[in-house]
């Protein structure tokens, strides 16, 4: 049997998020399924190791829109699929799995507007299933050697974010670093890409930033191993809190701009801080960087070190 699910968020941390569900299904068949992703979401990373997909097929823009319709249809017709499952309403999907002829089509409810990204998934992929399906995600690699020095506790920040909105200070996260470390011998690790290298260079030139490892240089597939190793992961919402939740890492997520609900109540493994006056509130307008509690941030760290 050849099944192809379809996740065509864009995010990495969506991505993250949607693994318990395509594990899910392919337990429930008993086979390693295909999944169409685009390429942003890193999925070829993220499942390199995983032996319920068994492969990646490439969303590329010219297959999106209604232009695109054709062009993706070819692409899944050749390969035969006998049961597709679509994790969103797009009418535009059901065409195309219609003309590619595949016979059992699930999706979710045709027109739906606005959803909790987890709770849809969770929902659609139960009655697909027909069992309860855990939220927690759990990301496979392989090969995890810990060379990490045992003299210190090794901490992932997560400094980067879709946006500036969502991103804490980072002399914040300089300033937390150097407390920390005035109570526990730490490492950093400074997850972010390209895009990040003024904020990564401000924090290795700060007092602190000798005891700081960047990942600016490195694919997620080449952080996931050490990421794996760290004893905590302090991040904004972003995709570093997500991939470190799902490699079963404690993770201190800060929530001021985006839907905590549906983004920080998944997992057991993840803490939130939300800006003050807030609680189970946050949306993509709350606008709350400058009211994040440092105090806060810097105690449930050090209670997740201990």
């Excluded at 192809?4 to 991505?15: A, E, F, V, Y």
């Excluded at 429930?28 to 070829?44: G, P, Q, R, W």
């Excluded at 905590?232 to 201190?252: E, G, M, Q, R």
Aim: proline content about 3%; some cysteine.
């Amino acid at each position: 049997m050849k099944i192809l699910c379809i996740n065509s968020r864009k995010g990495i941390g969506d991505q993250v998020i949607f693994i318990p569900y395509i594990h899910a299904i392919s337990r429930k068949y008993e086979t390693s399924v295909s999944l169409l992703a685009k390429d942003n979401s890193k999925a070829k990373d993220l499942f390199v190791d995983d032996d319920h997909v068994n492969e990646i097929i490439s969303l590329k823009e010219e297959m999106d829109g209604i232009n695109g319709i054709f062009k993706l249809t070819s692409e899944l017709k050749k390969r035969n699929f006998d049961k597709i499952f679509i994790f969103n309403s797009s009418l535009r999907y059901y065409l195309i799995s219609k003309l590619a002829g595949i016979k059992s089509i699930n999706q979710y409810p045709l027109f739906k507007s606005k959803d909790n990204i987890v709770l849809s998934a969770k929902v659609f992929t139960e009655a697909v299933t027909n069992k309860v399906v855990s939220t927690e995600p759990n990301l496979i690699i392989k090969d995890i050697p810990n060379d990490l020095d045992k003299n210190f506790k090794h901490i992932c920040l997560g400094i980067s974010a879709s946006g500036p909105t969502k991103r804490w200070d980072i002399n914040n996260y300089i300033k937390l670093a150097e407390k920390i470390n005035q109570k526990i011998k730490c490492k950093f690790y400074l997850a972010g890409g390209k895009n990040d290298v003024n904020l990564i260079n401000e924090f290795k030139n700060s007092d602190i930033g000798k005891n700081s490892i960047s990942f600016e240089k490195l694919s997620i597939k080449e952080t996931l191993p050490i990421i794996k190793n760290m004893n905590l992961t302090i991040s904004n919402d972003t995709s570093w809190s997500h991939i470190s939740v799902a490699l079963k890492v404690k993770t201190l997520t800060l929530f001021m701009d985006s839907p905590i609900i549906a983004y920080g109540r998944y997992s057991s493994r993840m803490v939130t801080v939300e800006p003050e006056g807030e609680k189970d509130t946050t949306t993509h307008d709350t606008l709350g960087k400058n009211k994040i509690s440092f105090n806060k941030v810097f105690s449930e760290a050090i209670k997740l070190l201990g």
